[in-house]
């Protein structure tokens, strides 16, 4: 049973904006939670976009964010670009040291 | 620079053990959380162990509690994972990861991975 929840696709249009989401099975994601998030393009490994919410890692371009919205975490970017096209995953910290990631939103731009 | 290169990884029998190791460079090695991070091949990414600056306090997913111990060497900015009693569900690659500065996030940096193979 996924804990932590993510849209498992998601499309934009070139030049569009698209908000990814990261919730709880139960419950909503708070500041508390830490939530970050990261990209993967394919045979890649990982890169940090966003980390605590809304803190954006060293040179990720301002046309990602991160966000609270209701009861979710959520990765909003904006004019969206060919190489945006990737896997995004979002991780919450769960406390006790432990930390749990969802399963991932591919997203396609086209 | 911040670089982080693991090696280590391999083939191995179940119940067998491997020692990954990760180098890094680029930055104060002991002002930092370092946090280890797998993934199963075509699977999503599972957080595995945390280790503190000093060492002192040490975090695992529970399916690899006993079995895995996490370690630094802060005078060789050295990052290791001891993995005993391997099992097949222990296949991926296996990521070294740095946590920001106030370990208020997973990671702001990430290796290029080593794969671990379980099979008989």
């Known amino acids: 049973q996924t804990v932590v929840t993510q849209e498992p696709s998601f499309s934009v249009s070139p030049g569009g904006t698209v908000t990814l989401t990261c919730g709880l099975r139960?419950?909503?994601?708070?500041?508390?939670?830490?939530p970050s998030w990261y990209l993967q393009p394919p045979g890649q490994a990982p890169r940090t976009l966003i980390y605590n919410t809304n803190t954006r890692s060293s040179g990720v371009p301002d046309r990602f964010s991160g966000s609270i919205l209701g009861k979710k975490a959520a990765l909003t970017i904006t004019g969206a670009q060919a190489d945006d096209e990737s896997d995004y995953y979002c991780v919450l910290y769960m406390g006790g040291g432990t930390w749990v990631f969802g399963a991932g939103t591919k997203l396609t731009v086209l | 620079e911040v670089q982080l290169v693991e090696s280590g990884g391999g083939l191995v029998q179940p119940g067998g053990s491997l020692r990954l190791s990760c180098a890094a460079s680029g930055f104060t090695f002991s002002d930092y959380y370092m946090r280890w991070v797998r993934q199963a091949p075509g699977m999503g990414l599972e957080w595995v162990a945390n280790?503190?600056?000093?060492?002192?306090?040490?975090y695992y997913v529970d399916s690899v509690k006993g079995r895995f111990t996490i370690s630094r060497d802060n005078p060789k900015n050295s990052l290791d994972l001891q993995m005993n009693s391997l099992r097949a569900e222990d296949t991926a690659v296996y990521y070294c990861?740095?946590?920001?500065?106030?370990?208020?996030?997973?990671?702001?940096?990430w290796g290029q991975g080593t794969l671990v193979t379980v099979s008989s």
């Open positions: 990861a740095r946590a920001p500065i106030l370990a208020d996030g997973l990671a702001d940096s």
């Open positions: 280790i503190k600056e000093d060492g002192s306090a040490k």
């Open positions: 139960s419950g909503s994601v708070s500041t508390s939670y830490y």
